[in-house]
């Protein structure tokens, strides 16, 4: 897991920062409040910033200015725990013990490792003769008390967003407790946080091997799970939990995600509806409600219940983007208006904001304002790279080595290694490439189940590149080269073993997972019976409606120009090179060819599956397996030719894509 240097230079910002925070600590608050006002003049919303000057503020005893501070920074940063404990200083220094205990229990409820709010709402509760609400927080202060000092600000850190930092103080803390089981399971949620899965699953594992019967860690490992996609080891967790406590909301949720995940949509609805019984505003579980409905190809039901989670939350980003996700669903006059105010608004957090972004990029393309349709895609794409950590050039390098290792010759000489297996037929390629559709018509065959874009390759090859991916040069794809027949047959035959829990016996099973064109070699070896087809579509439209879509999860090379072209450049070389290497593996359609001659193109597809022709495959349409991608909504339909040029609407912005893309914006 990354760590930042304890040493790293400091900006001016964090230079002077710093100088302020040592003034604090010498109780020189009035050189220390001059000092915050002059640095925010130039940094007018940093967090920190604003926080001390509010404490500057109160023990001048200036306690209106404190709380106006406090106020613009709540509009600012809305989760950030000691903001809302220091507002509850400053109404304990104005004797105002209701708005005290109203500010210091919304700090606990947002990070709980807050000693002195717990310490402060013991006291007000106490002296309010409030002796039940008194005894939790006296408990809450003996949980903490009984802490190292190093875990306690590391878990606070951790919950006010200052990820690295905790990061820092939890690992030193456990360089000489190695095995402090709550140092483990906190450091594991920041790799939770950080992406690094891997790591974290290992430290929950090593945590309940110590400690069996904690109950919040093993929370956290199905989570762990979850997110890696071993949903059937996820639910075994989860089920253990709910045998403790059947009625616990945060067990029952999770076992409806996870249900979903397993393709159990109608087991997830259930569990969903009946949460909802107890708690019907709850927008979160309105939007998972929603999803799932989706999934089952119930549009109605869904529409509702996403438009349920924005009434109960007007800025919820999220609900509206579900809402254009749909592809078909058009946006009324007054929520595109409360859409814009709610974008605009200072109080809406970072994430909210991309999500109406992209909802009103897609609003207004409906209604053909292609100009400030863009504008707002531009903006959502903005925002969202901004939040993310991308580089393309590992890709790119990637793509150099898989060429380098993976020839010809380099196949034939293992020829025969791997499981003999043919049942999974591979579908690669970019998102919004017309995946789906082809996913749709073979899973309308009898012989054919379709399941997901399944995370078995991808985390197999994480395993194959070893603990540092940034390491020169990387373990894969040189390690292929390494891999005996034993291994790889090993490969092939656990991830069909793995994959088992989404099918229901028919012979063959889809898997979806658009990014295994980069692991076509090591798909062959492993599964050298397997089928492969490469969905294409025409660059400009396939670029641009990435940069369209705002993505759930991953394919974080669709939120820059730049990034897209070059991904889609080297996906084009790679796929040539495969094609190279092993000729006739791969089977390219083309969604132009597909839309323009269904009937030849479904036969092609079957033929290259050696699989005999169904009609039902031409009536794809009428399948109604659940569905999950973003394309959802348009597969229910008939083939149709309107959205092959939508991309020329934008032509006037697009010439930096099509510079990009060089020869192969051609068409």
Not at 137 to 144: D, F, K, N, S, W
Not at 604 to 624: H, I, Q, S, T, V
Request: net charge negative.
């Amino acid at each position: 897991m990354a760590t930042v240097a304890a040493n790293a230079p400091k900006s001016r910002v964090e230079s002077a920062v710093l100088r302020i925070r040592r003034l604090m600590e010498t109780s020189q608050f009035a050189a220390a409040l001059t000092a915050a006002e002059a640095l925010l003049e130039d940094v007018p919303e940093n967090r920190d910033v604003l926080y001390m000057l509010a404490v500057c503020q109160r023990y001048l005893r200036r306690l209106g200015p404190a709380l106006e501070t406090l106020e613009r920074l709540e509009t600012l940063h809305p989760r950030f725990s000691r903001l809302f404990q220091e507002r509850g200083h400053c109404h304990v220094a104005a004797r105002d013990p209701a708005a005290a205990i109203d500010a210091y229990l919304k700090a606990v409820n947002i990070n709980p490792a807050l000693p002195a709010s717990w310490k402060a709402l013991q006291l007000l509760f106490g002296a309010a003769g409030q002796q039940a609400e008194a005894a939790t927080a006296a408990q809450h202060v003996e949980i903490l008390a009984k802490l190292p000092t190093a875990i306690v600000t590391a878990r606070s850190m951790f919950e006010d967003g200052e990820i690295y930092q905790a990061e820092n103080v939890v690992r030193q803390f456990l360089t000489t407790h190695g095995d402090h089981i709550e140092g483990m399971r906190l450091l594991a949620q920041i790799g939770m946080q950080l992406d690094v899965l891997d790591d974290a699953e290992l430290l929950l594992e090593g945590v309940l091997a110590l400690q069996p019967d904690y109950h919040l860690a093993r929370l956290d490992y199905a989570g762990v799970l979850l997110r890696r996609h071993q949903h059937a080891r996820a639910l075994a967790e989860i089920n253990t939990l709910l045998g403790v406590d059947a009625t616990d909301r945060n067990y029952r949720t999770l076992r409806a995600t996870i249900q979903a995940g397993l393709g159990n949509h109608e087991a997830a609805l259930q569990e969903y509806r009946a949460l909802a019984v107890d708690r019907p505003d709850g927008a979160e579980l309105q939007l998972s409600m929603a999803h799932t409905l989706k999934a089952l190809g119930r549009q109605p039901e869904a529409i509702a219940a996403y438009r349920a989670a924005a009434a109960i939350r007007a800025n919820y980003g999220d609900a509206y983007w579900s809402l254009a996700n749909l592809k078909t669903y058009r946006f009324l006059d007054e929520e595109i208006a409360t859409m814009r105010a709610q974008e605009a608004a200072a109080s809406t957090s970072p994430v909210d904001r991309y999500h109406l972004c992209f909802a009103l990029g897609k609003a207004l393309e409906d209604r053909a304002e292609y100009a400030e349709s863009f504008d707002y895609y531009a903006r959502g794409n903005a925002l969202k790279k901004a939040a993310i950590d991308f580089r393309i050039e590992p890709i790119e390098r990637n793509t150099r080595l898989q060429i380098t290792v993976c020839r010809r010759e380099f196949f034939a000489s293992r020829q025969g290694w791997g499981s003999p297996r043919q049942d999974p037929i591979f579908i690669v390629g970019l998102p919004r490439s017309g995946s789906t559709l082809l996913e749709q018509i073979l899973a309308s065959h009898s012989q054919v189940e379709g399941t997901m874009e399944l995370a078995d390759i991808p985390r197999l090859v994480q395993r194959l590149q070893g603990r540092n991916p940034e390491a020169q040069p990387p373990d894969y794809p040189g390690v292929l080269g390494k891999l005996t027949g034993e291994q790889l047959r090993s490969f092939g035959e656990q991830y069909l073993e793995d994959t088992r829990v989404y099918r229901t016996g028919k012979a063959f099973f889809i898997d979806k997972m658009p990014n295994n064109f980069r692991h076509v070699g090591l798909i062959h070896l492993m599964l050298p019976n397997a089928k492969i087809i490469d969905a294409r579509r025409d660059p400009m439209a396939c670029c641009f409606s990435n940069f369209k879509q705002l993505f759930a999860s991953g394919q974080e090379f669709t939120y820059g120009i730049d990034d897209i072209a070059r991904y889609y450049r080297t996906y084009v070389e790679l796929m040539n090179h495969w094609d190279r290497a092993l000729p006739g593996k791969i089977l390219r359609v083309n969604h132009e060819d597909v839309v323009a001659n269904l009937d030849h193109s479904v036969r092609r597809m079957l033929d290259f599956c050696g699989l005999d022709f169904e009609p039902a495959c031409l009536e794809f349409y009428k399948n109604e397996r659940s569905v999950r991608t973003a394309s959802s909504e348009q597969v229910r339909r008939p083939i149709y030719s309107e959205g092959l040029d939508q991309w020329r609407h934008y032509e006037p912005w697009l010439e930096p894509l099509k510079q990009a893309l060089g020869e192969l914006a051609i068409s």
